[in-house]
């Protein structure tokens, strides 16, 4: 019974952290979203070709 404790507790320990991980990871995202939108606006004030 102790083994099958031990063996939750694992996998609840990684699932923990690959949210932490993946909550990080998507702040990033979010970041990066916003300055591409930011080089795009810019682009577009200065005159120059988006793509």
């Given at each position: 019974?102790?083994?099958?404790?031990?063996?939750?507790?694992?996998?609840?320990?990684?699932?923990?952290?690959?949210?932490?991980?993946?909550?990080?990871?998507?702040?990033?995202?979010?970041?990066?979203?916003?300055?591409?939108?930011?080089a795009i606006i810019l682009?577009?004030?200065?005159g120059r070709n988006i793509?």
């Amino acid at each position: 019974m102790s083994n099958l404790l031990y063996l939750i507790a694992v996998i609840l320990v990684i699932a923990w952290a690959i949210g932490f991980v993946g909550y990080n990871i998507g702040g990033i995202i979010h970041i990066l979203l916003v300055i591409a939108i930011i080089a795009i606006i810019l682009r577009v004030i200065q005159g120059r070709n988006i793509l």
